[in-house]
């Protein structure tokens, strides 16, 4: 039908959250359906993602995105003027080729997933359709559990403490609202303990508090299980702790050795997993992301060996939402879960296969947003349309989170009894496993 046509596509330079530029891209139909995407950016970004284009110049001190916005006018939008805007693959991977790079370098994966979002968004609102069920169809049902940051450090608190994100996850709940109304209640109730125990209170890149006044790493695990106790609740029964080690970050590939700058401190990949062991026997941990390097496929390997019976481990650095590194992993036996970012790979359909790629290779899907954010809620959409199960986002407070969650609360409530919260998942069987301690 002409009325899905593209008529004219619209790119601009904006903010984000971390107060960066990134692309903004508006699509207009035929029909005069306006679809519109807007570009994350990551802070801890793997040395396998697509490349983000930035301009390197004065502007914004290098960080501009004027290139990737003249890449999007110049070559893009007049080869995506008069196509099909419901012909979703045909356009992500029409866009790659003219790109024509492994990583999009040419033409730069925001520009390109910036029209990418903005195609789905488009469509989804000429067929008067939410964008889950446009990408999704009948089936997609399932609303995400919320993963969600309450102290953050690593890249995002200025390496202030070497993990990066220490995160809370509702076990007892029955609906995602509830879900996001007891992570509330912790996140209030670890900023009481943070004030009881006299330490000052600042806010990391993604909303999380800030770790100060911190003497070693597992202060942050500490701290987190006193604020789910402050909140009200049972550490592993009501809530599971999740953390982020984004150990890339401090691995010294060189040397083969893990160094956390806090306590002065170096590991042997052996020693390192024993010590991520022990605080998985210590605090009730249900999740643990990045564990080792992108480049320690042995470590990773290993920490799966002893602990993926257990918890979830997942691989960010080292999958990259990309195909071929997440069929190695599993042929490796590395890691049970992938964590999924849009702007890794640079497109809505190569998300989507890594999604069914995880899930038909037996792991969980755990879709993510980045550092840098808008308001853009389309990652809450893509967990809701491929029933991946879980969506972390970052904190519960900062506009730029809270707008993903509030769209997954609209969502449940829009689904109405058709809505389902994950069951018989991995998060089962960890409820199972503390239940009988």
Not at 46 to 62: C, F, N, P, S
Not at 315 to 336: E, H, P
Not at 337 to 348: E, P
Request: with cysteine.
């Amino acid at each position: 039908m002409t009325d899905y046509l593209i008529s004219k596509v619209i790119a601009r330079q904006v903010i984000d959250s971390r107060a960066n530029p990134t692309v903004e891209v508006d699509i207009i139909l035929n029909c005069g359906a306006v679809g519109r995407g807007t570009v994350p950016s990551g802070a801890s970004t793997g040395a396998y993602e697509a490349l983000e284009l930035r301009d390197g110049k004065t502007e914004y001190g290098g960080k501009s995105v004027r290139q990737a916005i003249e890449n999007i006018e110049q070559f893009l939008a007049p080869a995506l003027i008069g196509k099909d805007a419901t012909k979703q693959a045909m356009l992500d991977h029409f866009m790659i080729g003219l790109d024509g790079t492994e990583n999009k370098s040419k033409l730069g994966a925001n520009a390109i997933l910036g029209c990418s979002m903005a195609i789905a968004h488009a469509a989804a609102n000429a067929k008067n359709e939410p964008l889950f069920r446009y990408l999704g169809g009948v089936n997609a049902k399932t609303v995400p559990v919320p993963m969600i940051q309450i102290i953050g450090g690593g890249a995002h608190a200025k390496d202030s403490i070497d993990i990066q994100d220490f995160l809370a996850i509702p076990l007892s709940a029955d609906t995602f609202e509830q879900g996001i109304e007891m992570i509330a209640n912790v996140y209030n109730g670890t900023k009481r303990v943070f004030e009881q125990s006299g330490r000052p209170l600042s806010i990391a890149d993604e909303g999380g508090f800030w770790p100060t006044d911190f003497t070693c790493n597992e202060d942050g695990l500490r701290l987190l299980t006193e604020g789910i106790k402050e909140a009200g609740y049972i550490p592993g029964k009501d809530i599971g702790i999740a953390m982020d080690i984004a150990a890339s970050e401090f691995y010294d590939r060189e040397r083969g050795v893990y160094k956390f700058t806090l306590e002065r401190q170096e590991y042997t990949t052996p020693e390192f997993v024993d010590l991520l062991c022990e605080w998985a026997e210590k605090y009730a941990i249900v999740s643990m992301e990045d564990c080792c390097s992108e480049f320690d496929w042995e470590g990773n390997r290993l920490i799966t060996e002893k602990l993926g019976h257990k918890i979830q481990i997942i691989g960010d650095d080292l999958f990259t939402t990309n195909i071929k590194r997440i069929q190695y992993g599993v042929s490796q036996g590395a890691c049970n879960s992938v964590l999924i970012k849009m702007n890794q790979i640079g497109s809505i359909t190569e998300t989507l296969d890594a999604i069914e790629c995880t899930k038909n290779a037996g792991y969980l899907p755990v879709v993510s947003a980045r550092s840098g954010e808008t308001e853009d809620a389309t990652i809450v959409h893509l967990a809701i349309a491929t029933n991946a199960g879980q969506l972390k986002v970052g904190s519960i407070a900062r506009s730029e989170r809270t707008a993903k969650w509030n769209e997954g609360i609209r969502m449940e409530q829009e689904l109405d009894s058709m809505a389902e919260y994950p069951s018989g998942s991995i998060f089962e069987r960890i409820k199972k496993s503390y239940t009988e301690v």
